[in-house]
């Protein structure tokens, strides 16, 4: 019951995905050209749930589905950790038109060519557990 319910959400986030257009390359291409809001807009909406529901999840003290307490670790502040990282999210993101959510989104629409996208974005990640200890935290 629990994987048909992450799927049934996984299915709406595709939908709204592309009903909104986010998996749109032509609507990326202008986010980073800054020619439209479009993107900037869906973004902003975004954060501004995020925020509304740890705000949410903090206020009411609530617990996830198996009954644990959610709780938040803080972060440290370091320049070089969102400087080096932001830069090479948005590198991959401009090469290939995709963040992780719009990644699946796409696999799921039939664009198998996302695949090689994929692939590379875990080899990514591999990459970074090997290094991670080593790199600016």
């Known amino acids: 019951m629990r994987y048909i319910r992450f799927g049934l959400i996984g299915i709406f986030f595709g939908i709204v995905m592309t009903k909104s257009q986010a998996i749109s390359w032509y609507r990326i291409y202008e986010m980073f050209r800054f020619d439209a809001f479009h993107m900037y807009g869906i ?16 206020k009411y003290k609530l617990k996830s589905t198996d009954g644990t ?13 969102y400087l080096i990282g932001g830069t090479l999210f948005g590198l991959g993101w401009a090469m290939t038109g995709a963040c992780p959510g719009p990644m699946y989104t796409l696999i799921g629409g039939g664009f198998s060519v996302i695949l090689v996208v994929l692939a590379s974005a875990l080899l990514g990640t591999f990459t970074y557990g090997l290094l991670r200890k080593k790199l600016p935290h």
């Open 69 to 81: 307490p959610i709780t938040f670790t803080p972060k440290k502040m370091s320049i070089p950790r």
């Open 43 to 58: 973004i902003g909406s975004a954060v501004l749930l995020g925020v509304i529901g740890v705000a949410l999840i903090k």
